[in-house]
């Protein structure tokens, strides 16, 4: 399976705002609205941040927001702050797979 | 509240055989699929599979077919992971997830996670 493409690292001041964009094909980003985004901390379980592109949890604050144009996804954080430091991971139904495809993961790194 | 509580870390060698477990709380949960992610050490995640947990119906990745093998126990509210011959390749981290799909299955996605299961299959 060919992971989606995130850029690896992306860094921020605390009250900056960020977005990291996610880069698959017409077989799973640019095909579905399924798109959903997860945050890990470090020896943690991933966390639902959003699902379908631009929806959210209950509970996931509103600094986090998701869109989609063609075949990227983005998740933007406004207001960064100091907990936001963790990984983030797209994911993207993949009809090719009939099954889910993650991206490679970005390191988020808060200044 | 939604619970999935995984089974604890395990270390085999190669050649065993291995099954780890996932018990769902919380909810109905002959009502929703369950899906098995992995994450070897310091990389990223990947997708195995999923499994109904009302009738067993499963679909594996097309990279995991043949290697793992998905089963559920309604009695117990619990679905498993097995390995028949683990390979040094297959030590990680294996999550379960509860796959939230209003419509068909590909629409959905992962609200709950267990904490997780490291493998270490080493000599």
Partial sequence: QSALTQPASVSGSPGQSI???????????????YVS??????????KLMIYEVSNRP??????FSGSKSGNTASLTISGLQAEDEADYYCQSYDRSLTGWVFGRGTKLTVL | EVQLVQSGAEVKKPGESLKISCK??????????I???RQMPGKDLEWL????????????SPSFQGQVTMSVDKS??????QWHSLQASHTAIYYCARLMAPGA??????????QGTLVTVST
């Fill in chain 2, 35 to 37: 899906g098995w992610v």
């Fill in chain 2, 76 to 81: 117990i509210n619990t679905v498993y992971l």
């Fill in chain 1, 58 to 63: 209950s509970g996931v604050s509103n600094r």
């Fill in chain 2, 24 to 33: 769902g709380s919380g909810y109905r949960f002959t009502s929703y699929w």
């Fill in chain 2, 105 to 114: 299955y590909f629409s959905g996605w992962y609200d709950y996670w267990g």
């Fill in chain 1, 37 to 46: 985004w997860y945050q890990q901390h470090p020896g943690k379980a991933p």
């Fill in chain 2, 49 to 60: 599979g999923i499994i109904y947990s009302g009738d067993s119906e499963t679909r594996y």
């Fill in chain 1, 19 to 33: 977005t990291i964009s996610c880069t698959g094909t017409s077989s799973d980003v640019g095909g579905y609205n």
